[in-house]
């Protein structure tokens, strides 16, 4: 790999492509340096100890948690999404730090039941304002969050506020500044940026297989159609025959992350050889990712993608679960809108807050602040603390 400058960042050189905290365009209330961390860390560290991060132990990704424990929750795949970036940002000489900290980010502001709940909350913000959960987790890093005497949300840098960004609508963009520019103009994020974004994808696609095969919405011989499972399993049979089925899945599965992390390398160290980029400036004014699969990898992931949204997220029995999740959001939200004293205090009085400036739309903004910070059993005992009649408080 090209590489014209060099900095040392965590005891190893770095291009002069990958981020540099001495580089930062920093917090937006500037604070003294930290004597032992880097920016980054403090950033990830801030994530760690928030409140949003832990609620995410309880808010679904595929399966709601009260099925069972051993599925992947939010919190589970924020830690194996951080996982798999930091490998391949090592690979790649890049800032571990700072795509450690927006791997951990990405999902702070996603409702209850996964995106069955945030499909029903935007719906009802329709006419609000909508409700993206990318967005939603900048709200949360920016404001929501209560820790700190100096400031509202976590004060984050300017460049983990970017990755956690990975979608915005143009609308939304040009009322974010810098941070939206970029979903106007067309350029992209940083390279650490562009790391986690792809480690997301890698880790859902690849641990929601695991979970349905694990809740036996499928079975192993279903898979035998896409080729980047047929092909690990055949090569695990053929090497460790009458193995017992458990370990055949794990096997399976961690084989078809390693493939995806190589591709990923791979792909990308030639991508960044070619534009030869001489800044994080570079990279951003850059048309399209850098990070990303191979063409072939790309389609294989793509008929991973179409099986899982075919088989296991349309299956019966998640369709169960998504119908009664939007029920129990939808409902929460058109009750609170109607009589804002069901809120607890602290919701309410910021309903009156922003109600001063913003109208029925600040109601609805805190409205959907609170639902979309539940978990899901606080949202299940929520429903049932409003509806039902035999409950009291």
Not at 85 to 104: K, P, V
Not at 208 to 226: K, M, P, T, Y
Not at 291 to 314: A, G, W
Request: proline share 3%; charged share 30%.
């Amino acid at each position: 790999m090209k590489v014209l400058q060099q900095r040392k960042t965590a005891g190893r050189l770095s291009p002069p492509y990958a981020v540099d905290e001495c580089s930062s365009r920093g917090r937006l209330k500037p604070e003294p340096r930290d004597e032992f961390r880097s920016e980054f860390q403090r950033d990830r560290d801030r994530i760690v100890h928030s409140a949003a991060f832990r609620r995410l132990e309880y808010k679904t990704q595929v399966f709601v948690n009260h099925e069972g424990d051993m599925f992947r929750t939010r919190l589970t795949h924020s830690i194996e999404v951080a996982q798999i970036a930091r490998t391949i940002a090592r690979g790649l000489q890049l800032n571990e730090d700072l795509t450690e900290a927006i791997a951990l980010a990405h999902d702070l502001g996603h409702t209850p039941f996964g995106h069955a709940g945030q499909d029903a909350l935007n719906e009802c913000m329709r006419d609000y304002g909508g409700f993206e959960h990318n967005l939603q987790s900048l709200r949360i890093v920016d404001l929501l969050e209560e820790k700190y005497a100096q400031f509202d949300g976590l004060n984050l840098t300017f460049e983990t506020r970017e990755g956690i960004l990975k979608h915005c609508s143009k609308k939304n963009a040009r009322g974010l500044g810098e941070l939206g520019r970029r979903f106007i103009q067309g350029g992209q994020p940083s390279l650490e940026a562009q790391i986690a974004n792809l480690a997301d994808e890698i880790a859902y696609n690849n641990h929601d297989l695991d979970d349905a095969l694990r809740a036996g919405l499928l079975q192993v011989e279903d898979l035998s159609q896409v080729s980047s499972f047929d092909e690990r399993n055949q090569e695990v049979n053929e090497k460790w025959p009458g193995l017992p089925h458990r370990r055949v899945v794990h096997e399976i599965i961690r084989r078809m992350i390693n493939h995806l992390v190589t591709d990923v390398l791979t792909t990308s160290k030639s991508a960044i050889d070619a534009l030869d980029p001489k800044s994080v400036d570079d990279v951003r004014a850059c048309g399209v990712p850098i990070v990303s699969f191979s063409d072939s990898m790309r389609d294989r992931h793509l008929e991973l993608k179409r099986f899982l949204r075919q088989h296991v997220y349309r299956h019966y029995r998640v369709h169960r679960m998504t119908a009664k999740a939007k029920r129990v959001v939808s409902e929460l939200f058109h009750s609170f809108m109607q009589d804002s004293r069901l809120l607890p205090p602290d919701a309410r009085a910021r309903v009156y807050d922003l109600e001063r400036s913003m109208g029925e739309n600040g109601r609805a903004r805190v409205v959907a602040d609170y639902i979309a910070g539940m978990t899901d059993r606080f949202a299940i005992a929520e429903h049932g603390r409003i509806f039902d009649p035999s409950r009291l408080t």
